[in-house]
């Protein structure tokens, strides 16, 4: 992905309302850079699993 929104945060955040509300985990992996950055940016929280490599960062 090269492109991030704030659509996709939206959809991001329904999907894991969604989810909590079937009691399913959501995990976001191998998110591209472009995507971490703006979660963080937005302060949205979510399990990211990251690459060994790339969570010691």
Not at 3 to 29: E, K, N, P, Q, Y
């Amino acid at each position: 992905m090269t492109f991030f929104s704030a659509h996709g945060i939206s959809a991001l955040l329904r999907t894991r309302h969604v989810a909590t509300a079937a009691d399913v985990g959501l995990t976001l992996r191998a998110a591209a850079p472009c995507v971490t950055y703006l979660l963080a940016a937005a302060g949205v929280r979510l399990n990211l699993d990251l690459p060994a490599a790339e969570a010691n960062h």
